[in-house]
C-alpha cells in the first residue's frame, strides 16, 4: 500500500515548481542566523513525501502517547512531591542541575494539570525498520505549521491525487491546539506570545495564531496587574488573558523571575501564573524533561508512572556521570556522536568519527571536566529518503528525521502528520532546520474501508466540522488590535497607495522621455522631492525603481508595506498577505532582471497586486474597522500624492469621498494618534499646493480626530519620513 501511495505521489514531483511557487507567495519562511545576521528564507521543501502506513502510525501513536503521558506525570511529580527521586529512580544531581529546571515554578500545578500541552518528539527509522526516538521537545517545539500548509497547496496542486490515496488528513491540528489552549485557559482571551518580527519561527507563530483565532501578542502588548494577565489594545483598553501561547524560551518570559536583562519578556508573568491567574503553554520549567541528560531516564518513567512497558526505543545512551559510561565513552569516544545537553537545533552535536587525535583528546578532556554537560550514543544508521536535488531535478538519498507533535489537553492526540526535515548534504546526519535543511509533508495512510476506531472517526468528525470555520475563531476587530498593529494597519494603507500611485504616474512621464528628452521627467522627480541633476537618467530610473537602499525608491515602498502586513496575518489572513508576497517577489525580480530587461512595463505587476490586494480586502470578511484603518491610510497618500502631481480638484473628491466614508466607519471610536500626524503634516503642505477647499475639509477631518484621539505616542517618530519623498518631512 506504502509503495502505491508513493508511486501516486510522484506525481507531486512534476508540480514541485507550482507549490514551491505557492510557498513563495504565502511567505512560508524560516529563519536562520548566520555571522550574526538574520536571514529570513523561504524554507526549503521536497515534492516527495514520507508515507507512514496505517498500522505502522497506530503503533508510533501508541508509543508516543504513553511517552509524553509519563514525561507530563515527570513534570508534575519533580514540581511537587520529588517521588521518583526520593525512591532512587533519577538521581537528584541530574533534576536539580539540570539548565531547564527552575525552581520558581516549584510547588506549582499549573492550570489542567497538564505541563506539556505541544511535545515535538524527534524520531528516526533505522534501516531495520525500527523507530527510534533522539529527542523529547517540551519547551517551544517549532514546525507543524509547514506540513500543514504544504498538505494544503498539495491538495489544491493535485486534488486527483487525494482521491485515489487515502491519506488521514492533518488539517485538525489547529482545531487540537485550541482545543487544548481552552482546556486549560483560566478566563479570557488565548493569545500567542511571539519575542518578535525576527524570530526564525515568526511565520508560524503568526499562521498559528490566524488558523486557532488567537491574538497574536508581543511582549509589550501584554501587562501584569494584580497578578492577572491583560492584553493592551491600541486605545489603551485591557483585555484579560486567559491562556498563553508562548513561544519564547523560559530565561527570557518574566524579567522579574529569570533573566533581569531580558527586553523581550512580560513582567510579571510569572507571578500571573503561580497565582493560578493565567495558563502558559507551553509550561515553564519543561526544559527539565527535555534535558538530553534526562531523556535516558524516559523508559524508567514510562515504568515507573505508567506501570508499563515503553512502546518506542531509546538510542542506546551513555551517562559520563556515571563511572562505568564515562569509561565506555571515552574507551569509544570515535565511534560515538557525543551530545552538549545544553545545545538545541543541531548545535553542540559531534560525532566522534569526524574528529581527528587532537579534536578527541580535547573533548576527552571536557567530558572529563564536566560529565554532567554531556551524554554520548550509539550511531543510529537511520534510513535514506528521496528528495529531489533542486540543481540536477534528480532523485538524490538524504538523512531525514520526523517531529512528530503530540498534543495535550482534555485528552492526548498524536497529530496524524508531522514534519519531515532532510539534510541539505547528501550523508550529513544534522537535518534541523536551522543547520541549513528543508522539509516535506508526511502523509499518514488511512486504514482500510472498516477498520477505524471509534475515537479515531470521532477525531475525523470534528476535523471535518472545523475545515471551513474553527469553533473557536472569531473575526479580528479593532478591540484586539495593539496600537502598534494600529500603526501597521494605517502604513500598510499608505505604503501599498504609495507604491502604487507613484508608479501609475511615472509611466506617462517615462512615455513623454521617450518622445522627447530627458527634461520632461522633472516635474515628476520635482513632484516627489527627488534630485532634478541627474547626470544619468537611466541610473535615476533603476535607483528610483529598484534601489532597496534608496528610501525614495518604489522597492522600498513595497518592502515597508511587506514589513507592516507580515505581522497582521492573523487579523488580514495568509489569502490576502500574499498579494503583498507577490510585490515584493516581483519587484526583487524585476530589478535582477533591469538591466537586460527588454522594457520597462514589466513591473506593472506590482500595481496589479496592489488593486488586488486592495479588492481581497474590501471583498473580505475582515472587520469593517479594520478595513478602514488600511483604506484611511491609503486615501491620506493618495490625496498627498494627487496633490504634488497637481491633480484637478475634481480628481480629488472621489478619494476625500473613500476618506469620509471610511471614517464614518469609526463613528465613536477612539482614533490612533498616526491619524491625526498624517492630516496634520498633509495640512501644513496643502496651502503651498493651491487646494482651499480640500484644506478645508481636512481641517473638519482633523477636528474630529481630535475629539476622540487614542491616548499614546506614535511608535516611530520617523515612521512619516520612512519613505521620504518629501525631503522636508518632520
Not at 507577490?582 to 520597462?600: G, K, Q, Y
Request: charged content about 25%.
Amino acid at each position: 500500500m506504502v509503495e502505491s501511495a508513493l508511486q501516486l505521489a510522484g506525481e507531486l514531483v512534476n508540480r514541485r515548481e507550482a507549490i514551491n511557487r505557492e510557498l513563495s507567495r504565502n511567505g512560508v519562511r524560516f529563519g536562520v542566523y548566520k555571522n550574526g545576521e538574520y536571514h529570513d528564507r523561504l524554507f526549503p521543501y521536497d515534492p516527495i513525501p514520507r508515507i507512514i502506513a496505517s498500522d505502522e502510525f497506530d503503533q508510533l501513536e501508541a508509543g508516543l502517547k504513553q511517552r509524553v503521558n509519563a514525561l507530563n506525570a515527570y513534570l508534575k511529580d519533580i514540581y511537587s512531591d520529588k517521588r521518583i527521586i526520593h525512591d532512587g529512580i533519577i538521581p537528584e544531581e541530574y533534576v536539580y542541575t539540570s539548565a531547564g529546571y527552575f525552581p520558581q515554578v516549584n510547588g506549582v500545578t499549573p492550570p489542567g494539570g497538564i505541563f506539556a500541552h505541544i511535545a515535538g518528539e524527534d524520531l528516526v527509522q533505522g534501516e531495520d525498520g525500527r523507530w527510534w526516538v533522539l529527542e523529547d521537545n517540551l519547551r517551544i517545539p517549532s514546525g507543524a505549521s509547514y506540513p500543514l500548509f504544504a498538505r494544503d497547496i498539495e491538495r489544491r496542486t493535485n486534488p486527483k491525487l487525494f482521491r485515489e490515496v487515502h491519506v488521514r488528513d492533518n488539517r485538525d491540528y489547529p482545531r487540537l491546539l485550541r482545543k487544548a489552549m481552552d482546556f486549560v485557559s483560566t478566563e479570557g482571551i488565548a493569545v500567542v506570545l511571539t519575542p518578535g518580527r525576527y524570530n526564525s519561527a515568526f511565520f508560524e507563530h503568526a499562521y498559528l495564531a490566524e488558523k486557532t483565532g488567537a491574538a497574536l501578542a508581543f511582549p509589550e502588548d501584554l501587562e501584569v496587574v494584580d497578578n492577572k494577565l491583560y492584553f493592551l489594545d491600541y486605545a489603551g483598553r485591557k483585555h484579560r488573558v486567559g491562556a498563553v501561547y508562548r513561544r519564547l524560551s523560559d530565561e527570557y518570559l518574566d524579567p522579574f523571575a529569570f533573566n533581569p536583562d531580558s527586553v523581550i519578556g512580560v513582567p510579571g508573568l510569572l507571578s500571573a501564573y503561580r497565582s493560578g491567574n493565567v495558563a502558559i503553554i507551553n509550561a515553564p520549567g519543561n526544559g527539565a524533561a527535555d534535558d538530553k541528560a534526562i531523556y535516558y531516564f524516559v523508559p524508567q518513567m514510562i515504568k515507573y508512572y505508567l506501570g508499563e512497558e515503553p512502546i518506542l526505543h531509546n538510542a542506546p545512551t551513555y551517562m559520563p556521570m556515571f563511572d562505568a559510561d564515562r569509561k565506555t565513552v571515552l574507551d569509544r569516544i570515535g565511534e560515538l556522536v557525543i551530545k552538549d545537553v545544553a545545545e538545541a537545533g543541531g548545535y553542540g552535536v559531534v560525532f566522534g568519527s569526524s574528529l581527528d587525535h587532537a579534536a578527541r583528546e580535547e573533548l576527552a578532556d571536557r567530558i572529563k571536566a564536566e560529565p554532567r554537560r554531556f551524554i554520548a550514543q550509539e550511531v543510529i544508521q537511520f534510513r535514506d529518503i528521496d528528495v529531489i536535488d533542486p540543481k540536477t531535478g534528480e532523485a538524490s538519498p538524504r538523512k531525514a528525521d520526523l517531529r512528530a507533535f503530540v498534543v495535550t489537553g482534555q485528552n492526548t492526540h498524536v497529530w496524524y502528520s508531522g514534519l519531515t526535515r532532510y539534510s541539505s548534504v547528501p550523508g550529513q546526519m544534522i537535518v534541523n532546520s536551522s543547520q541549513g535543511g528543508g522539509f516535506k509533508d508526511t502523509w499518514v495512510l488511512a486504514p482500510e474501508h472498516g477498520t477505524e476506531s471509534h475515537e479515531r472517526a470521532q477525531q475525523r468528525s470534528e476535523s471535518v466540522a472545523s475545515v471551513n470555520l474553527i469553533p473557536h475563531s472569531r473575526k479580528h476587530t479593532l478591540s484586539l488590535v495593539t496600537a502598534s498593529k494600529a500603526d501597521n494597519l494605517y502604513w500598510l494603507g499608505r505604503y501599498t497607495e504609495r507604491a502604487f500611485t507613484t508608479l501609475v504616474q511615472f509611466f506617462p512621464f517615462y512615455d513623454r522621455v521617450m518622445d522627447t528628452d530627458v527634461d520632461a521627467f522633472r516635474p515628476f522627480a520635482r513632484a516627489l522631492d527627488l534630485p532634478e541633476d541627474f547626470e544619468d537618467f537611466d541610473g535615476f530610473i533603476h535607483s528610483f525603481l529598484y534601489d532597496g537602499s534608496n528610501p525614495d525608491s518604489v522597492r522600498s515602498a513595497i518592502v515597508a508595506a511587506f514589513n507592516n502586513a507580515v505581522v497582521l496575518r492573523p487579523e488580514l489572513t495568509s489569502r490576502l498577505l500574499q498579494y503583498i508576497e507577490l510585490a515584493v517577489t516581483n519587484i526583487t525580480e524585476a530589478a535582477e532582471r533591469s538591466d537586460s530587461a527588454e522594457d520597462i512595463y514589466s513591473q506593472r505587476d506590482i500595481a496589479d497586486d496592489m488593486l488586488a490586494f486592495w479588492g481581497g480586502v474590501e471583498n473580505s470578511t475582515v472587520d469593517i474597522t479594520l478595513k478602514a484603518f488600511i483604506f484611511i491610510g491609503k486615501y491620506l497618500e493618495r490625496i498627498d500624492l494627487y496633490t504634488r502631481f497637481h491633480l484637478s480638484p475634481d480628481e480629488l473628491d472621489a478619494p476625500l469621498a473613500k476618506l469620509e466614508t471610511y471614517s464614518k466607519a469609526l463613528d465613536g471610536m477612539p482614533l490612533p494618534q498616526c491619524f491625526g500626524s498624517g492630516i496634520s503634516w498633509l495640512l501644513g503642505q496643502l496651502p503651498d499646493r493651491g487646494y482651499p477647499e480640500l484644506t478645508a475639509r481636512l481641517q473638519a477631518f482633523l477636528d474630529d480626530f481630535n475629539t476622540r484621539a487614542a491616548s499614546g505616542e506614535l511608535k516611530d517618530t520617523n515612521a512619516l519620513s520612512s519613505m521620504n519623498m518629501d525631503a522636508k518631512r518632520p
